[in-house]
Structure formats: structure tokens, C-alpha cells
């Protein structure tokens, strides 16, 4: 890949003129021929690509009314042009979102309109061509569908649906991307993400058990496969080893044994992402998503948690139910599915965690909102707590922290730039500057507050900030876990020497 | 009867059918096609009326496009607004007795043409000279704009420039809409005017024009935030399910 220079940061940005082309090189590896066939889809480009597109194209109009509408509702308005971290770190027009969706709107209109059948220069209809085949299949990859553009759109238009039904499209043609369908390949060979098979994960839970007790003093177990536990914790698979990410693993560990609830975690269902929402499958995410009811069935649980994940929360809030519910076999008094920002707020509210602030004084925190969450969620009962819930629960483990600039958190979060099925390293040059608008907002708070740590509820966000950060002269380990604050600050019942006999009976009972 | 107005009785008969049709066949594919996933917006309100209301915001005040751009918004609601109350001020061609509500927002409905000139001027301006803006806009885009200007400019130049006859004019109208036609003043601000018309009801079940419905279909803004308390199943999504298991 060609050198590509990184951007410089600046404290306030000016929206780029345009650069055409300037993404064009941009072409994540395509799926190998096992990969797809994998999946169902064709393992290479077939013949007839141009009648299945179509055909495809048609069929997603008729099962998909957001597909539909967004396709026609667009009145070229441009409120969404500077709204797109690709383009504001990029300047290729085709990261504007409207121009994005125009892609797939240009052959909308030329085969499902009359418009475009009989004035195509007019209404900027066009042929479906095998270059236009390959521009959907470069810059649909250089959108995180991360719906940004959408809480901006006076119309609500979505550039993620759009892009997952291209996705779909290229997909039922046989170019898909490598990155998503062979990871898709090993959630369902293996049940994770990273193919990590059942005893590396008995090994390395193992390993964390240890670590944390030579750390406190306190034997936290994190079980696995634990019949007639009461919940069932599903967490991304980077939680299980990589940094920061494990240390979120040790906090939910000791939350939950802090709060002397029994849970287990599932060798079947050893991953909470859902890479098929990326290629926009309903019938693979479903798929996907059965792995986790049958493990909860299986396992005879009574709730299942979800650990820090974007877009995995965002399928199981938003979608779970909908594709592999109703839950009705779990206890109806817990929400299904709960996050566990909303377990560890529950028990920081009822004043069950003992949280040691000054444990966190070295770092200067500010927190991320992943879109996922952010604009494809909630927490709590009321809308808006999944912002309020994780700042409060950092609140409660931190002294210090700051809030990034207003037009860059809450739903108006700029997304990492690795999400959405990108986060591979033939796309690091859309990753460094798609984060552009990001490292801006936290190199104001750094400057300004001395903010020296960023935290994240996702494993996507935090691989992708652990790798572009030091392009901007930040550390690498300047990223942090949301529950590795938690862990920090937590004092377990018998760490270090006062050892309260009584203490694991008032534990004992259960949040509520 | 003259040639003239038997032409544009045609023509505005044909407008008329086609945008009541058209508009009809859209929405009936909207509301048929489902929505198989929960995709609101987020935060996104957890009742119905909630939602009602996030809607109704939309499009009265535009919230969204305000939030995103002042000068857009500002261009874009004058331009409807004054749309809006013009509209109005028509409706005594269509009445008798002009109804009082009507009768009261005649002056109103003047400033408002040339409001909505402003509006439009000014939002086509921006799409000249605003580079991301002109680099999205396409030949339909412009002449939607041009329409526009062109159906209030005449209608203003009827105002102040060359009156035309509007008891004649209420006339024929009225007789349009009790089929018993009358003749239609022969000006030519008024032909244009009327012709221009005819061709935006003509386009708008064909083009963009139809945000203004689409709004109301978007998933990401009609949609309640409850997916974990309420299962939500697409009936293609639900055959799937028969089939499966
Ligand atoms: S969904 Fe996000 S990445 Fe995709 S076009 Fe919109 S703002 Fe850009
Ligand atoms: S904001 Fe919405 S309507 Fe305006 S150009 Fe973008 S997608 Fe189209
Ligand atoms: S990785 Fe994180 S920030 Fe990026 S799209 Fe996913 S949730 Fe959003």
C-alpha cells in the first residue's frame, strides 16, 4: 500500500474542499472463494453479477422500507456533506454521505424509477457497470455505518442501511470483503471471532484467576460453561486476551463477585459481536445471534449480560429480540438483554461496590461514545442513559474527568474510524484519517484539561484507537476499558488485610 | 368554449390525477413494505405519542436540519413556511364564501411569496456556490429549483406587474371543481404560472418531492425504542422463522 501522510491535528477544522478520487485506492482484500462459499454466497464474481444485483437490489426494496424510502427521500439538501468523519479526514467527495448513498441512488434510478428509465442524464441515472460494481465495493467499505449522518439527515436517512444492503448486494455476487466473512466463517465453526477453541479459553480464564489473585489476595473466579448459573455474560472475544481490553474483563470479574451473583461465561457463545450486521445479513446475524440462546438455554441461565461491545450492544438491544427472541424462558424481572454498564451503575447506585476513587488519580479521563451504542441503543429506562450510565459509573471510579467538546459526544459522537467491519490493516489508511475528527476533540481536552486517558465500551473502538493513537503522538495504552476503571478503584471484600468476616453475607443478596 | 381552456382544464385534470395516483401508489409501497429491524435513531423516545411529537418537530421546525445547518435550515424553513401560508392565500380560489381564516391571511400570504422567493433564491445560491453542495446536485436538481422560482415569480408578477382577472380566474376554478367549465383568462403570467404548476404536480410522485412523505415513513424517526421490552418480527422475517425451525 502507498505511503500516506497523517493528517495534522488542528483545534478547530476546516471542512475540507473536495479531493475526488482521493480514496479511490482504497480496496480492502475480497473474501477467498472458501470464505464466501462459507457463507452461502458464490465464491467468486459470477457470471451473470448484473441480472443477480438487480434482482438482489429489488428484493431488499421489497423487504427493507428504510432501503426504500431513504432511496427517494434525499433532496440533495448537503446538511449531511461535513458530517462524516471518512470525509472530514479524507476530502473524497464520495465520503459525503449523500454522495455515498448516490452511488447505489444512481442505479436505483436508472431500474426502478420511471425517472430514470426515461431521462437518466436528468435525474443522475446510471447504468449498473462492473466499475460501478467495484466504486460500491471501495467506498461501502469506507463507510463505518456508524449513523452519524443519519441524526443530522432532516429526513432520518441512514447511510448504514444503505450500506449494508450494498454489502448484501455484492455479497449475493460473490465480491465480498475478506475481514467480515472469514470472521463470520470462524463465529460459526468455532463460536468466536477470533477462533479461539475451548480449552485456550479455559486456559486463559485460568491465567486471568490467577493474575487477579496474586494481585489482591481475592480468589474471583470467571467460570465457563457453568450449568445453572444465574447469568450468562457474552463479551467480545478480544476481551479474553488482548490489552486493554482483558482488563474490562477483570472488572465485570470482580463487579460480579462483588456482588456474589453466579455467572458463567459459554465456550458455544464466546463472542458477543455480530460481524453480520456489517454485510447487512439479516438471515446471518440470526444465525449468529442463535449461538447465544441456545448457550443461555443450554446453560438453564436466568439473564444474560452483555460486556463492552459497540455494535454487539446494538444488535442485542436493538435486534436480539427480533431475531432470536422472545426470551421469555429468562427472568422477566431483569431486562433481556442487560449491558453491564447497567449491572455496575445498578450496584453503584445501591451502594453495594466499595470504589476506591484515588486508585484512578494518575489518569485524567474522558470517554468515548461509541455510535454503536450511542445512536444504535440505550441503557437505563429512559432515552439518553446510555450516556449518563457509563460517565457515571466513571464518575464514581475516577476524580478527574472531562467531557471531549459537545458537538463530539452524545449522539453527535464521531465514530473511531475502524468500525462497521473496517478494522483491518488493509484499510489503515481510511482508519488513521477517518479518526482524525476524534484525535482532534481529544487533543483539545488534552491540552486544555490534561486529559491523559480516553475510556471506551468497545472492543472495536479500543483495538482501533490502541493502533492509531500513536500516529498522533498518543500513547498507545492511552485507551482504556471502561471496567478496567472499575477494577482499579474496586476494593473486593478481604483485599489486602482488613478481612470482613460479615462482609459476602450482605454482598450475598442480589442487586436489583 | 376556447381552445385555451379546454387545454388547460386537460391539464390540470391530468396533474391533479396523476399526483392524487401517484401520491396514493407510493405511500401504499411505503406502508407495505416492512420494516424488519428496530433502527430508530437513538435517543429515541419510548412511547407512541413520544414519537408522535419527535415527528411532529420534524416537520414543523425542521429540528434535525437545524441542528445540522443554520443557514440550510433557515433558507429551507422561510422557503416552506411561506409555501405553506401562499397555499393558503389560494384557497380563495377554491372557496365561496372564502372561509374566514382564509380571508385573514391574505396579507400574510403576500409578504409570504416573496419570502419564499428569498427562500428559494438563497437555497439555490447555496447550491451554486457551496462546493460539496454543487458537486451532489444534478441537472434535476437545479431545474426543481428553477420550477419553483418560476411558479412564484409569475404569480407574483400577476400581483404587482400585469393583474390578471381573478374573478374570471375563481371562476374557472370553481368550474373545474363542479365540472362546468368557464373561461380562462388568456394572460400569459397566468398561463405560465398555471403551466408550471401542472408540471410540479406532474413530477412530484416521480422525485424527491417526496420527502415530504418520506419523512413520516423513515424508520429512524418514526420508530419507538422498545425492542427489548416488545418483539418486533417483518412478516417475510416470520416465515423465515416457520420455515426454520
Ligand atoms: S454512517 Fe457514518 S461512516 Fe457511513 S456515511 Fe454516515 S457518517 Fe459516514
Ligand atoms: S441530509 Fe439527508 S436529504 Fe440532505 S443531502 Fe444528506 S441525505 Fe440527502
Ligand atoms: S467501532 Fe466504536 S466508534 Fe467505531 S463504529 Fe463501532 S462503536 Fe462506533
Known amino acids: ?512 | 368554449m376556447p381552445v385555451l381552456t379546454v387545454i388547460f382544464a386537460l391539464l390540470l385534470y391530468a396533474a391533479t390525477l396523476v399526483l392524487a395516483v401517484g401520491l396514493v401508489l407510493k405511500i401504499v409501497s411505503y406502508a407495505r413494505t416492512p420494516a424488519p429491524l428496530k433502527i430508530p435513531t437513538m435517543p429515541a423516545p419510548t412511547t407512541r405519542s413520544g414519537v408522535a411529537w419527535r415527528l411532529a418537530r420534524e416537520v414543523a421546525l425542521f429540528e434535525s436540519l437545524f441542528k445540522s445547518n443554520k443557514w440550510t435550515w433557515l433558507f429551507g424553513w422561510v422557503f416552506h413556511a411561506a409555501l405553506l401560508l401562499v397555499l393558503v392565500r389560494h384557497l380563495r380560489y377554491f372557496t365561496e364564501p372564502v372561509w374566514g381564516w382564509v380571508a385573514l391571511a391574505q396579507p400574510f400570504g403576500i409578504y409570504a411569496g416573496f419570502a419564499m422567493l428569498a427562500g428559494l433564491a438563497a437555497l439555490w445560491g447555496r447550491r451554486l456556490l457551496v462546493e460539496r453542495i454543487r458537486y451532489i446536485s444534478g441537472p434535476s436538481d437545479h431545474l426543481m429549483l428553477a420550477l419553483l422560482i418560476g411558479i412564484a415569480a409569475s404569480g407574483l408578477a400577476m400581483k404587482y406587474v400585469a393583474p390578471t382577472d381573478i374573478v374570471a380566474l375563481k371562476l374557472f376554478i370553481l368550474g373545474l371543481i363542479y365540472f362546468d367549465w368557464q373561461p380562462l383568462p388568456a394572460d400569459p403570467a397566468l398561463l405560465a404560472h398555471l403551466f408550471m404548476v401542472a408540471v410540479l404536480m406532474i413530477v412530484f410522485p416521480f422525485s424527491k418531492l417526496l420527502h415530504g412523505v418520506g419523512v413520516l415513513f423513515s424508520p429512524t424517526r418514526n420508530q419507538v425504542d422498545n425492542a427489548r421490552e416488545r418483539r418486533h418480527v417483518a412478516p417475510w422475517a416470520a416465515k423465515l422463522e416457520g420455515g426454520g425451525d
Not at chain 1, 472495536?460 to 478503584?489: R, T, W
Request: charged share 25%; proline share 5%.
Open chain 1, 1 to 512: 500500500m502507498a505511503k500516506y501522510e497523517v493528517p495534522e491535528l488542528e483545534s478547530h477544522r476546516d471542512i475540507p474542499s473536495l479531493a475526488p478520487g482521493a480514496m479511490a485506492e482504497s480496496n480492502p482484500y475480497p473474501a477467498a472463494p472458501e470464505h464466501q462459499e462459507a457463507l452461502g454466497f458464490p465464491g467468486e464474481l459470477v457470471d451473470d453479477w448484473h441480472d443477480r444485483a438487480i434482482g438482489k437490489f429489488g428484493e431488499l426494496l421489497d423487504r427493507s422500507r428504510s432501503l426504500r424510502v431513504y432511496m427517494d427521500a434525499c433532496v440533495k439538501c448537503g446538511a449531511c456533506t461535513d458530517k462524516c468523519h471518512y470525509f472530514l479526514g479524507t476530502g473524497d467527495p464520495n465520503n459525503m454521505p449523500v454522495a455515498r448513498q448516490d452511488l447505489m441512488r444512481s442505479v436505483y434510478r436508472r431500474y426502478f424509477t420511471l425517472s430514470g428509465k426515461l431521462f437518466p442524464g436528468l435525474v443522475g441515472a446510471r447504468d449498473l457497470t462492473e466499475e460501478v460494481l467495484d466504486e460500491w465495493y471501495r467506498y461501502f467499505h469506507q463507510c463505518s455505518q456508524c449513523r452519524r449522518c443519519s441524526v443530522y439527515c432532516p429526513y432520518g436517512i441512514d447511510t448504514a442501511e444503505i450500506s449494508m444492503a450494498a454489502r448484501e448486494i455484492l455479497d449475493a455476487v460473490g465480491k465480498g470483503q475478506k475481514y467480515c466473512n472469514e470472521i463470520l466463517g470462524k463465529v460459526h465453526k468455532i463460536g468466536n471471532n477470533l477462533g479461539l477453541p475451548e480449552p485456550a479459553l479455559v486456559d486463559t480464564l485460568e491465567g486471568i484467576e490467577e493474575d487477579i489473585e496474586d494481585e489482591t489476595g481475592v480468589k474471583v473466579r470467571l467460570p465457563v460453561d457453568e450449568e445453572g448459573a444465574d447469568i450468562l455474560l457474552v463479551t467480545p472475544s478480544a476481551d479474553f486476551f488482548a490489552e486493554p481490553h482483558v482488563d474490562g474483563l477483570i472488572g465485570y470479574a470482580k463487579v460480579f463477585h462483588q456482588a456474589g451473583v453466579s455467572w458463567t461465561l459459554s465456550s458455544y457463545a464466546s463472542e458477543a459481536a455480530n460481524f453480520a450486521m456489517f454485510i447487512g445479513s439479516y438471515e446471518q446475524m440470526q444465525e449468529v445471534a442463535k449461538r447465544i440462546r441456545k448457550a443461555a438455554e443450554d446453560l438453564g441461565v436466568k439473564r444474560i449480560i452483555v460486556g463492552e461491545c459497540g455494535h454487539a450492544w446494538r444488535v442485542a438491544y436493538s435486534f436480539w429480540n427480533t431475531l432470536v427472541g422472545p426470551f421469555d424462558f429468562l427472568d422477566p424481572n431483569y431486562p433481556v438483554p442487560q449491558h453491564i454498564c447497567e449491572f455496575t451503575y445498578d450496584l453503584i447506585q445501591q451502594g453495594k461496590l466499595n470504589l476506591d476513587k484515588s486508585a484512578n488519580d494518575h489518569m485524567t479521563l474522558t470517554f468515548h461514545d461509541s455510535c454503536n451504542v450511542a445512536r444504535g441503543s440505550r441503557m437505563g429506562a429512559e432515552p439518553g442513559g446510555q450516556f449518563h450510565i457509563p460517565r457515571a459509573i466513571i464518575k464514581a471510579c475516577c476524580n478527574n474527568f472531562v467531557d471531549m467538546a459537545d458537538d463530539t459526544i452524545h449522539e453527535n459522537t464521531f465514530c473511531c474510524g475502524g468500525g462497521g467491519g473496517l478494522l483491518t490493516d488493509d484499510l489503515m489508511e481510511l482508519r488513521v484519517k477517518g479518526s482524525v475528527p476524534r484525535m482532534d476533540a481529544l487533543k483539545q481536552v488534552h491540552e486544555d484539561h490534561g486529559v491523559t486517558h480516553m475510556a471506551a465500551i468497545c472492543a472495536i473502538c479500543k483495538s482501533q484507537f490502541a493502533k492509531v493513537m500513536p500516529e498522533y503522538g498518543f500513547e498507545m495504552d492511552a485507551i482504556v476499558s471502561l471496567h478496567q476503571l472499575v477494577s482499579n478503584a474496586i476494593v473486593l471484600d478481604g483485599q489486602g488485610q482488613e478481612d470482613e468476616e460479615d462482609g459476602h453475607a450482605d454482598m450475598a443478596d442480589e442487586n436489583g
